[in-house]
């Protein structure tokens, strides 16, 4: 089947002890690339897995050779941390992420994907979302605290279905290293005047492994990078922080200690 666009596609996948639904995710990405560019790539982050996920990850590696790699963490860095590596890892013209919980259907990315064409981000929201109550409550809490304190109207933020074209990505300085990361991004993006697009995606249950999303730690880290954030760029009322293209000294500083930590545990 010829490519829907003419892009080339780095996929990643952040995991963090998903051994069960690992290998179904890689088969789709590797049944569903094919028809969206000639040229991919699968990178799984494995975050400091300790239930066998990392060496699952390398037997795929394995499997593989020339499409998939495998980025390891010596320790569990956190959702932020194993997506600056995603990140730091894709070489190619646009980058695309989702969780290795299998809760998306990567059979939606053709759909998706085209949106690209007229957009630099694409960041997709939840459809008819499939978790605890409690879960989504947070989630829902979530979305209007950034609203009230940084004026981001974006559908579920947190969605990790997106797609960012990569030289916007190698713009940005991020420094989050839990659930914050999505929304760092997306504010750097709207404040530099990139193009923003939403899509709905389905979202599934989780048929296996244990959801962190509601951990009080992630909770409280996400609470505590959210006050470092505003600290950093500023209120809705009051953008007075680094610009995708300043903060030179200080986006060096980080990249290189996170390429330090990726060149040490390449899989």
């Not at 879960?135 to 279905?161: H, M, Q």
Request: glycine content about 8%; hydrophobic content about 40%.
């Amino acid at each position: 089947m010829k490519p829907a666009v003419s892009y080339s596609l780095s996929v990643f996948f952040p995991a963090h002890n998903e051994i069960d639904s690992l290998p179904g995710i890689v088969a789709s990405a590797m049944e569903t690339c094919p028809k969206l560019a000639s040229e991919f790539e699968i990178i799984i982050v494995d975050d400091g897995s300790t239930d066998g996920t990392a060496e699952l990850a390398d037997r795929l590696a394995e499997q593989y050779p020339d499409v998939v790699r495998v980025m390891h963490h010596a320790r569990n860095r956190g959702y932020g941390g194993a997506l600056k590596t995603g990140f730091l890892s894709a070489r190619n013209d646009v980058v695309f992420y989702t969780d290795a919980d299998a809760q998306f259907d990567l059979g939606e990315l053709p759909r998706v994907f085209p949106l690209i064409c007229d957009a630099d981000v694409v960041t997709c929201y939840r459809e008819d979302r499939c978790d605890p109550w409690h879960r989504s409550l947070n989630t829902w809490l979530f979305e209007k605290a950034v609203y009230l304190v940084f004026g981001l109207k974006i559908r579920d933020p947190d969605c990790a279905f997106k797609l960012y074209r990569r030289d916007v990505i190698q713009r940005m300085n991020l420094m989050s290293e839990g659930a914050m990361i999505d929304v760092e991004m997306l504010l750097q993006a709207k404040r530099a005047g990139f193009r923003l697009v939403q899509a709905g995606v389905r979202h599934y249950p989780r048929k296996s492994g244990t959801p962190s999303g509601a951990n009080p730690k992630v909770i409280f880290r996400a609470i505590s990078e959210m006050w470092r954030l505003w600290h950093r760029i500023g209120s809705r009322f009051n953008f007075r922080g680094v610009t995708p293209a300043a903060g030179n000294a200080e986006r060096g500083s980080a990249e290189q200690n996170d390429k330090r930590q990726i060149e040490n545990h390449d899989g």
